[in-house]
């Protein structure tokens, strides 16, 4: 009885030494610095076109019968978007809006040519009426879906989170004068 007692102690003695070593070794290896990744958009891409550079002048034109500023993004931002999207050159400007520094995005996506505009845009608009696009915004957000020549103009609003729903939807509309528009499903 006393060895079996003896040998039962001397296993959860090595158990928990085993178990001690194993979280120690965890610790020798693990990275104390975050993992590098690159930089999200922010503000236009010099790897963009004259076609972005056109597209912004309309857009601002379009704006300005909206009282808002619109200019470079100031912050990281990268909507749902679909695997062509992803893929795309683009730039990022924003309307800037009272007390909400992370929203009013309007992302200019540039692509070879208006027909590739055009079927990048009828993959965005299928995408963001899909699940996994659902999930990364409000039940309620608007998305404007633009093709103007070869670039895409993504604007998505909510009107349960904009502190100003009235303005989100100034913009919209402002925005779906340009170019021609794609049908988000619901």
Request: glycine share 10%; charged share 15%.
């Amino acid at each position: 009885m006393r060895d079996a007692a003896r040998f039962r102690r001397v296993d959860l003695v090595a158990a928990a030494l085993l178990v001690g070593l194993a979280i120690a070794g965890c610790g020798l290896g693990a990275n104390s610095s975050p993992a590098s990744l690159p930089a999200i958009s922010v503000g236009p891409v010099a790897t963009v076109g004259a076609a972005t550079a056109q597209t912004r002048g309309v857009i601002a034109t379009a704006l300005s019968s909206v009282a808002v500023q619109f200019g470079d993004a100031t912050r990281p931002y990268r909507p749902a978007e679909s695997p062509r999207l992803r893929d795309a050159r683009r730039a990022v400007y924003q309307i800037v809006l009272p007390n909400q520094p992370d929203a009013g995005y309007i992302v200019v996506y540039e692509f070879a040519d208006s027909g590739a505009a055009v079927d990048a845009g009828n993959e965005e608009a299928g995408y963001l009426g899909t699940g996994p696009a659902k999930v990364q915004y409000q039940r309620e957000t608007q998305h404007v879906l633009r093709q103007l020549g070869p670039t895409l103009i993504l604007y998505s609003w909510s009107s349960t989170t904009a502190l100003d729903p009235a303005l989100g939807g100034a913009v919209a509309t402002a925005l779906n004068t340009v170019g021609i528009g794609f049908t988000v499903p619901r």
